[in-house]
């Protein structure tokens, strides 16, 4: 694993009590939290191993709030929750919960805090998140916030899986210092590519690539970030240039959920931006291929059988860094005996 200079104990590394957005995670927490990740998956090896993971956390309950349609982070999330013995509940539509009979969302959260240890949330509006956790904060039960996607704003978790993924996609050429990664497809409703962003300013030497057409460019917010925090960056709309240019190529799908008008999508010629058979000569030989998930049409099945692409690794991998990330919120991650740090 490549580590930041400063070596840290694990005592020092702050323990988050929400996870709400990308930015509030430092390098040390990052080289963390892959540790930790790389250090939990081994006790899926063993029985004994398993059982010890379930029984770190068996005496707490999860729920699972997600309004907005998910597979990946909410089977990852549950999953996760099942390996660290956390007994789950769900909500997967409003409509069928008391916010039907007109109850506020606010209420329907800060009900769903007097059951459980920890709320995991997915919802379409950018910002609730931060709120709910506001609102819980000032009660006298405040229980920790994990966002799992907030409209097209952020999505901290992912990002956590694709570093997580990158960095062990490295480990054997330095690690993501110093890499290129470029980014594909509609960089400006991707609420990864934003999170995914916002973590790579803690790699010295990275330079990223935005390759998307005119109309999906990234937003000005994004752009002012990586200026900010001196980040080498390109817009391009030469897909074939920056995927031969790239370390990581992380493609993304069009966000047409978002459409201000239905179907608006549609008029993008997007056909350029898609990853067949035919462009992996293109690529550098050590090259990777991610991808949040779910996919379109933006990378043909016959990649899948490539070695460089890692994307359905990526989906193992946020099982695995979801567990870690809520033994650290839980405060049972000192319960894993780490190798030195
Ligand atoms: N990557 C991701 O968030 O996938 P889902 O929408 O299936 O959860």
């Not at 010890?52 to 956390?57: D, E, G, K, R």
């Not at 916010?99 to 209420?107: A, L, P, T, W, Y």
């Not at 590519?193 to 109309?215: A, D, T």
């Amino acid at each position: 694993m490549s580590t930041s200079d400063s070596k840290l104990m694990r005592g020092d590394i702050p323990r988050p009590f929400h996870v709400l957005k990308a930015r509030q995670f430092d390098r040390p927490f990052l080289d963390y939290l892959c540790l930790l990740t790389d250090t939990i998956r081994k006790f899926d090896k063993t029985t004994a191993g398993l059982k010890y993971l379930q029984s770190l956390l068996s005496h707490k309950r999860a729920m699972l709030y997600f309004t907005q349609p998910s597979t990946r982070t909410f089977l990852s999330f549950q999953s996760a929750c099942h390996i660290l013995g956390i007994k789950s509940s769900e909500i997967r539509d409003a409509s069928i919960s008391s916010e039907r009979k007109g109850e506020s969302i606010e209420d329907s959260l800060r009900t769903f805090s007097s059951y459980v240890d920890l709320i995991i949330m997915r919802s379409p509006v950018a910002g609730l998140c931060d709120h709910i956790a506001d609102l819980l904060d000032a009660t006298d039960r405040p229980v920790s916030i994990i966002n799992a996607g907030s409209g097209p704003d952020e999505h901290p978790t992912q990002a956590l899986l694709d570093i997580y993924t990158l960095n062990r996609s490295f480990i054997k050429s330095g690690g993501i210092e110093g890499k290129t990664i470029c980014m594909v497809g509609d960089l400006k409703r991707g609420r990864t590519v934003r999170s995914l962003s916002q973590l790579l300013i803690n790699y010295p030497g990275i330079k990223l690539i935005y390759s998307s057409p005119k109309e999906f460019n990234i937003e000005a917010d994004l752009k002012k970030m990586l200026i900010e925090h001196k980040i080498s960056f390109e817009e391009t709309d030469d897909f074939i240039d920056a995927i031969g240019s790239s370390d990581a190529v992380y493609m993304t799908r069009i966000q047409d959920e978002y459409d201000s008008v239905a179907g608006a999508s549609k008029a993008v010629d997007t056909s350029k931006f898609r990853m067949s058979g035919q462009h992996l000569k293109y690529l550098k030989p050590n090259a990777i291929i991610m991808h949040p998930m779910p996919r379109r049409e933006e990378i043909a099945p016959e990649v899948d059988h490539d070695p460089k692409a890692k994307y359905w690794r990526q989906e193992r991998n946020g099982m695995w860094t979801r567990t870690a990330l809520i033994t650290m919120l839980l405060g049972v991650d000192n319960h894993i005996a780490l190798p030195d740090f």
